[in-house]
C-alpha cells in the first residue's frame, strides 16, 4: 500500500483515478479547492483537503510522506484561457510550480503530470509525435506545456522524478456536460437532453483524439510504477479519430453551425511511445461508448 496525493481528486479525471487508487488499497489523500470540482465526485475512503494550489504554505504540510502524487488539478479548456489567461496562468502555472515544490521538500518518489496534448497546437505532421515542437495556440496549452517544462526542470535540477502524460480529449463518467469546462460530447449531450440543436463550431471537420477516462487512469498508474522519471512528455490517446460532425451523428438530432475560432484542425494521436515505455494501450473505442452514454442521460 502506498500513500497518495491527488490533485483535483474532485474533478472529472482526478476523481476517477482516485477511486482506482482505492481500489487496490492504497492511502489517498485529495487536494482540491472545488472551485470546478464536486463534492458528489470524492470519494470517502479518501482524506479530502480543500485547499488551493496558489497557498503553498497551506499545501505542503500534507506531502508530508507521501510516496507519490498525481497532479490533475488545472483550469482546463481552451476558449476560457483565453478570455481569462491571467487566471489561467496563476492556477496551471504557480500552482504546479508549488506542487513540484512541496514534492520535492516533502521527498516524493514521483510526480505523474497531467499534461496535455493541447501543447501541440496546430502542426503540420500527423500523428502528433512528442517529437514534435510545441506550439500551442491558447494560453491554456502554452501554460500546460510550461507545466511539462517544470516538470523535466525538477527532474534534472532536484532530482526529482516526474513524468508528463499528455492527454488528448478525455471523456467518460463524470465528465463536465455544460459550461466554460465542458467538452463537445459533454455539451453534445447535455443540448440533446435539453432537446436543443447541436451546436457546431466552424465547418465540423474538425478532426479529434478521443481518450476513455479509465484508459486513461490506467495509463497514470503505469506511469507511476514505471521506470520513467525524466520529465519526459508521453502522449496518453487513442490511436483514431473523429470529426465533430461524426461526433454529433452519433448523439443524434439536430444541429446548427456557430462562427469558427482559432483552433488545431487536428490532433491524432501517436501512441506508440506509451505502449513501448508504459506497455499501455487504450481500450475503449468512442464510437462503442456514445450508446451507452446515450442510455445513461436517456437520450
Given at each position: 500500500m502506498?500513500k497518495?496525493?491527488?490533485?483535483?481528486?474532485a474533478?472529472?479525471?482526478?476523481s476517477n483515478l482516485?477511486?482506482?487508487?482505492?481500489?487496490r488499497?492504497?492511502?489517498?489523500?485529495?487536494?482540491?479547492?472545488?472551485?470546478t470540482?464536486k463534492r458528489?465526485n470524492?470519494n470517502g475512503?479518501?482524506?479530502?483537503?480543500?485547499?488551493?494550489?496558489?497557498d503553498?504554505?497551506?499545501?505542503?504540510?500534507?506531502?508530508?510522506?507521501v510516496?507519490?502524487?498525481?497532479?490533475?488539478?488545472?483550469?482546463?479548456?481552451?476558449q476560457?484561457?483565453?478570455e481569462?489567461?491571467?487566471?489561467?496562468n496563476?492556477?496551471n502555472v504557480?500552482?504546479?510550480?508549488?506542487?513540484?515544490?512541496?514534492?520535492?521538500?516533502?521527498g516524493v518518489k514521483?510526480?505523474?503530470?497531467?499534461?496535455s496534448?493541447?501543447a501541440?497546437?496546430?502542426?503540420?505532421?500527423m500523428?502528433?509525435?512528442?517529437?514534435?515542437?510545441?506550439?500551442?495556440?491558447?494560453?491554456?496549452g502554452?501554460?500546460?506545456?510550461i507545466?511539462e517544462?517544470?516538470?523535466r526542470?525538477?527532474?534534472?535540477?532536484?532530482?526529482?522524478?516526474?513524468?508528463?502524460?499528455?492527454?488528448?480529449n478525455?471523456?467518460?463518467?463524470?465528465?463536465?456536460?455544460?459550461g466554460a469546462?465542458?467538452s463537445?460530447?459533454?455539451?453534445f449531450?447535455h443540448?440533446?437532453?435539453q432537446?436543443?440543436p447541436?451546436?457546431i463550431?466552424?465547418?465540423?471537420?474538425?478532426?479529434?483524439t478521443?481518450?476513455?477516462?479509465k484508459?486513461i487512469?490506467?495509463?497514470?498508474?503505469?506511469?507511476?510504477?514505471?521506470?520513467i522519471?525524466?520529465?519526459?512528455?508521453?502522449n496518453?490517446?487513442?490511436s483514431?479519430e473523429?470529426?465533430?460532425?461524426?461526433?454529433?451523428?452519433l448523439?443524434g438530432?439536430?444541429?446548427v453551425?456557430?462562427?469558427?475560432?482559432?483552433e488545431?484542425?487536428?490532433?491524432?494521436?501517436?501512441?506508440?511511445?506509451a505502449k513501448?515505455?508504459?506497455g499501455?494501450?487504450?481500450?475503449?473505442e468512442?464510437?462503442?461508448?456514445?450508446p451507452?452514454?446515450?442510455k445513461?442521460?436517456?437520450?
Open positions: 502506498a497518495i496525493l491527488v490533485t483535483g481528486g474533478g472529472f479525471i482526478g482516485v477511486d482506482a487508487l482505492i481500489e488499497g492504497d492511502e489517498v489523500i485529495i487536494l482540491d479547492n472545488l472551485s470540482g458528489e470524492l475512503q479518501a482524506t479530502f483537503v480543500e485547499a488551493d494550489l496558489r503553498l504554505e497551506k499545501i505542503k504540510p500534507h506531502f508530508a510522506g510516496d507519490y502524487v498525481f497532479h490533475e488539478a488545472a483550469l482546463a479548456r481552451v476560457p484561457s483565453i481569462d489567461p491571467v487566471t489561467y496563476d492556477t504557480n500552482g504546479t510550480l508549488n506542487v513540484l515544490v512541496a514534492a520535492k521538500d516533502a514521483k510526480v505523474i503530470y497531467a499534461a496534448s493541447s501541440y497546437g496546430d502542426q503540420k505532421k500523428p502528433l509525435t512528442e517529437d514534435l515542437p510545441a506550439n500551442p495556440l491558447s494560453p491554456y502554452l501554460q500546460k506545456y507545466g517544462e517544470y516538470c526542470l525538477f527532474s534534472c535540477v532536484y532530482k526529482l522524478p516526474t513524468v508528463c502524460l499528455r492527454y488528448f478525455v471523456y467518460g463518467p463524470r465528465m463536465v456536460l455544460e469546462y465542458a463537445v460530447i459533454g455539451i449531450g443540448l440533446r437532453q432537446g436543443k447541436l451546436t463550431v466552424g465547418d465540423g471537420e474538425q478532426l479529434r478521443y481518450t476513455y477516462v484508459d487512469v490506467r495509463a497514470n498508474l503505469l506511469a507511476a510504477a514505471s521506470d522519471s525524466d520529465g519526459r512528455a508521453i496518453a490517446g487513442q483514431s473523429y470529426s465533430v460532425n461524426q461526433i454529433a451523428a448523439i438530432g439536430p444541429t453551425n456557430i462562427p469558427p475560432r482559432l488545431p484542425r487536428r490532433n491524432l494521436c501517436d501512441n506508440s511511445l513501448t515505455l508504459l499501455w494501450e487504450p481500450e475503449m468512442l464510437d462503442r461508448w456514445i451507452e452514454y446515450k445513461q442521460l436517456k437520450i
